[in-house]
């Protein structure tokens, strides 16, 4: 049909679309293709809508000529006949027709020009065609795309374009959906029409190019078109849908639109800027916003349009003569606020234009400054750079630092010809370049001094200027070469020292590598004046002269001492050959040579300890002997050695500690030697547990801790108002530190088990000493400690405990060994518990060791427990099965006994609460015991009397009553006749009529019989 004719032409593009950009042509275009009988309907306009179909049948006919072309008049008049016979049988095609007649209407108003129509004249055809609103918003969608379509036949950008689409958009009424789904109605016929060289490899060919021009059109539109979407997520869903089609990431999509709004916008400001077209800064930021130019992009473009125009003002080719006037630095100053520009950034742009012009009038003033050889010419010079600062509307700051660049720059090329004439050894042009540079230093600085320009931060004007230039070696080659110079005549003048000061910063060298250079050159000279002076009498002209060698030479002070400390090291070193002791007269003589040095013995400490170390130390060793006990006078002595040998004190107790240390590794030796011969002989002897290694192992080991009091290794020291001794050495790390613990183990077996008791009150006296000589740690110790004072309590209250609970004495002595070895309480309170429970545990399994139980064994255990507060569940965890026997058998032994009687229960009740049986189980115990009991003296009553023991029937019976009592019941008697029981019972009735005369309890009794036996009357 013709509507999806042009519905196609439209969605695709074809050819026969017009190449065309403005509205009026592309709608008009549209007209044209448009099929006569629309096109008469339109011109019919509403009048058609109202007079029904009849005019519309007239019109059909009245075109049915152009609807069925010939070039034989006959036969087109025959398809008129028919066009008109179909318009009268075909109503409703014709209605069709019309309403789509309606989009035709539109094109025709919109061919006026889109400046021409209003949206609702467009609004009111849907009416007036008889269109509902969504078909005719359907239809309007289409003239979108074909207009969209017509735009995307040429590739270039046309702003025209943009601005005709997004009027369309309002005038048509389309929503932001409606846009989108056309614009990705004309991106696929874009891509479909175009995709084989949109999808080429070689972008060079002319034709992919262009379609990559026609994508880059399409992009910047569409673009465009989703930014007017007020909704981000339908921005967001559109743009997407569109990068997908083209496989383009949102990147690359965005990149591509924005190089096509640049020329825009760039020419834009060109006009503004540069052509002077009035512009305000809000206009700029609606047109960059309409074209989606971002801010990064726009701020670049307006820093190269100001750099344009400052430029076109300065006119650079002039040199010289190029300059700013004040109108145009006003004239700069509106670009700068209409462009947005910060001060500091138009500032920068035009520092950078004119820099390289103020650069050549730099080069220009120090060339003059250099040709005058001094700074006598500053002021001039100073004046002309101020008049072009002005001149080319320079900032202070800039002009200040194009300045110091320039000079720097200078002086680096001067420092480069020093190093060249290094690298090619030649000595003399190395150091003739360096002169030449500390002067031109000198000069520059005196005028970036008077231009205002020296650095704020205060760093020297030339420091670093080698740095990346220059190697390491080449700056100290260079710095040593100009000093070397200086030194001949073994003088360093004030000029001299300030020139090696300006080199050092202009080298970049440090302080600290200067004064090695210097010292390395002028140290020997020095060295020699001081070893010059010393040689003779320590005279005052003697030192005047190495000051004044001193003062001529500038060196350092620290170097000065250094050199001083040699020289007197050197004369000592002299005296102590082959560990000579220093005498008194040398010891003088040194003390003159530090005077005469200015050296405090602090300083010579050192030197002293490196010289005399191994003669104070044979002194020491000759002072300790054989025993180590040092009279008093020898440790004075000992101190009027180390003030002769200026030792510090420090260094002398040191080096006291290192031989006191040795004696005692002999000490320990012997000691260790000692308890390997007495294990070895222990192990001969079978023996068992800790018993001690015997007094031999113990006198070593006190000869060692009286030598660290005798040495006074180990002295008294107050901490927080606490007094403790402590240890200035020990034997720690020169033994294995498992040998060091097993030492300290036998000697406190020692202490507690030899049979002297004053000897073991000494060993223990000095147990705390022992560990501190040992250098055993607070963990070692009290490990050891632990596990012997364990086994100690264990093995004393185990024995103790076995004739009562521990009373008074044996406390006492438990506390003095917890006391002794500072065992903490809860660690003894641990130690006793398990001495009680093992008391009731050992007495337990020895009664059950046994074949039989027996009644006062099981007393005597409950006895012990109940004294040593022993819970036998709780505290040992009996066996149930355990306590079930032992209360059967004292129950049975209470029955016995008629402490345990039916009137009487309470001891019951005691021995449950001692074997922590509970009431029910213990009920069924005793059931179970009585019905035992019964049944066996009934039968052993019958045993008895079947041997015609009469006495014995009656002693089993009264047995076997005793535990009836407590819970009557028959018992099962099946090998025990009817008669038999009626005899027993006779026999025990006659013996009870016999005995005297009937009690409550006998006839009782002969009644608990009868239940016992289960008769009910005995046969006679």
Not at 714 to 740: I, N
Not at 778 to 799: P, Q, W
Request: charged share 25%; with cysteine; hydrophobic share 45%.
């Amino acid at each position: 049909s013709a509507p999806a004719s042009r519905r196609a032409v439209a969605s695709a593009a074809s050819p026969l679309a017009p190449r065309m950009v403005a509205a009026q042509d592309v709608y008009e275009a549209y007209l044209q293709q448009e099929t006569p009988v629309r096109q008469k309907i339109k011109d019919l306009g509403p009048a058609a809508a109202k007079g029904g179909s009849t005019a519309l049948v007239a019109a059909a006919a009245a075109v049915g000529y152009v609807l069925m072309p010939s070039s034989r008049i006959a036969v087109n008049a025959v398809g008129a006949a028919a066009t008109g016979a179909l318009g009268l049988v075909g109503r409703k095609k014709i209605d069709e027709e019309r309403r789509e007649a309606a989009s035709t209407a539109a094109a025709a108003l919109l061919k006026r020009g889109l400046s021409a129509v209003t949206a609702d004249e467009i609004a009111s055809l849907a009416p007036a065609f008889g269109v509902d609103k969504p078909r005719y918003q359907k239809q309007l969608s289409e003239l979108f795309l074909y207009y969209l379509s017509a735009c995307l036949e040429g590739k270039q950008v046309l702003p025209a374009e943009l601005s005709e689409l997004l009027q369309l958009k309002e005038l048509l009424g389309m929503s932001a959906a409606q846009v989108g789904n056309q614009v990705y109605a004309a991106g696929r016929a874009l891509y479909s029409r175009h995709r084989a060289y949109l999808e080429s490899d070689v972008e060079s060919e002319p034709l992919a190019a262009d379609a990559q021009a026609l994508l880059s059109k399409y992009i910047f539109l569409a673009e465009r078109l989703f930014a007017k979407d007020e909704s981000e997520e339908g921005y967001r869903y559109e743009s997407l849908r569109a990068q997908r089609l083209f496989g383009l990431s949102p990147a690359d999509w965005s990149d591509r639109a924005e190089a096509v709004a640049v020329p825009f916008y760039a020419g834009t400001l060109d006009k503004a800027v540069l052509q002077a077209v009035p512009a305000t800064a809000a206009q700029l930021g609606g047109m960059r916003d309409s074209l989606g130019v971002s801010e990064a992009t726009a701020a670049q473009l307006h820093r190269d349009i100001f750099a344009k125009k400052v430029s076109a003002l300065l006119s650079p080719d002039l040199g010289s003569a190029a300059a700013l006037t004040p109108e145009d630095r006003a004239a700069l100053d509106g670009v700068t606020e209409l462009l947005g520009l910060g001060q500091p950034e138009a500032t920068e742009v035009v520092a950078e234009l004119t820099a390289p012009l103020y650069a050549q009038s730099l080069s220009e003033a120090l060339g003059a400054l250099d040709a005058a050889g001094d700074a006598a010419g500053c002021a001039p010079l100073v004046s002309g750079l101020a008049t072009r600062q002005q001149q080319l509307g320079m900032g202070a700051d800039a002009a200040a630092e194009a300045l110091r660049g320039a000079v720097r720059g200078s002086a680096a090329e001067k420092l480069g010809e020093a190093c060249k004439a290094l690298r090619v050894q030649d000595s003399a042009g190395a150091v003739s370049s360096l002169r030449s540079l500390l002067d031109y230093a000198d000069r520059t600085t005196a005028l970036v001094e008077a231009a205002g320009a020296a650095s704020e931060s205060g760093a020297p004007l030339y420091a670093g200027i080698g740095d990346g230039v220059l190697r390491d070696a080449e700056v100290l080659a260079l710095y040593r070469l100009v000093l070397l110079q200086a030194l001949q005549s073994k003088a360093v003048s004030a000029a001299d020292a300030a020139a090696l000061e300006s080199l050092r910063l202009i080298l970049g060298m440090s302080e600290v590598a200067a004064a090695r250079v210097y010292e390395a050159a002028a140290g020997p000279i020095y060295r020699s004046a001081v070893e010059e002076a010393v040689a003779g009498e320590l005279s005052a002209a003697a030192k005047q002269a190495v000051a004044a060698a001193l003062a001529d030479l500038a060196l350092p002070a620290s170097s000065a001492a250094s050199i001083g400390l040699e020289v007197y090291s050197a004369r000592l070193s002299g005296m102590v050959e082959n560990g000579a002791i220093l005498s008194e007269e040398q010891s003088e003589q040194l003390k003159g040579l530090r005077a005469f040095l200015g050296i405090e013995d602090e300083a010579v400490y050192a030197v002293h300890e490196q010289a005399c170390a191994k003669a104070y130390r044979t002194s020491v060793k000759q002072v300790m002997g054989n025993a180590g006990a040092i009279p008093d006078e020898y440790w004075s002595g000992l101190d009027t050695l180390r003030e002769r040998m200026v030792l510090s004190p420090d260094t002398a107790q040191a080096l006291f500690v290192e031989e006191a240390q040795a004696k005692m590794c002999e000490f320990g030796t012997r000691a260790l030697e000692a308890l390997q011969e007495a294990q070895k002989e222990a192990q001969k002897g079978d023996s068992k547990g800790d018993k001690g290694i015997g007094g031999a192992v113990s006198s070593e080991v006190l000869n060692l801790v009286d030598f660290a009091l005798a040495a006074r290794v180990l002295t008294p020291q107050s901490a927080d108002g606490v007094e403790a001794e402590v240890a200035a050495t020990s034997l720690k790390g020169k033994f294995e530190q498992r040998a060091l613990n097993e030492l300290y183990r036998q000697y406190l077996i020692e202490a507690f088990g030899g049979s002297d008791e004053a000897q073991n009150q000494r060993l223990l006296t000095s147990l705390g000493r022992l560990a501190l000589v040992l250098g055993l740690e607070s963990h070692e110790v009290n490990k050891v400690h632990n596990e012997l004072g364990s086994i100690i309590i264990r093995r004393y209250a185990g024995n103790a405990i076995k004739a009562g609970p521990l009373g008074a004495k044996e406390m006492q002595f438990v506390d003095s060994i917890r006391a002794t070895l500072e065992l903490p309480q809860d660690r003894i309170d641990a130690l006793l518990r398990d001495v009680r429970l093992n008391r009731v545990a050992a007495l337990i399994e020895a009664m059950f060791e046994k074949s039989n139980l027996n009644s006062d064994e099981i007393r005597k255990v409950l006895s012990e427990a109940d004294l040593l507060e022993v819970n036998l569940r709780d505290d040992l965890d009996v066996p149930k099965a355990r306590l079930e026997k032992m209360f059967s058998i004292e129950m049975e032994a209470l029955i016995e006994g008629d402490e345990l009687t039916a009137d009487d229960s309470s001891a019951l009740l005691e021995l449950c609460e001692s074997l922590q049986i509970e009431e029910e189980r213990a009920a069924a115990l005793v059931d179970e015991a009585v019905s035992k009991r019964c049944t066996g003296g009934v039968l052993q009553a019958t045993a008895c009397m079947r041997r015609g023991a009469s006495k014995e029937v009656v002693k089993e019976l009264d047995r076997a009553l005793k535990f009836a009592r407590l819970s009557p019941s028959s018992v099962a008697l099946p090998s025990v006749g009817e008669n038999e029981k009626g005899e027993l019972y006779l026999m025990y009735q006659a013996n009870s009529a016999a005995a005297s005369s009937p009690t409550a309890q006998s006839v009782a009794d002969l009644e608990l019989l009868k239940t016992v036996i289960g008769i009910s009357q005995p046969q006679a």
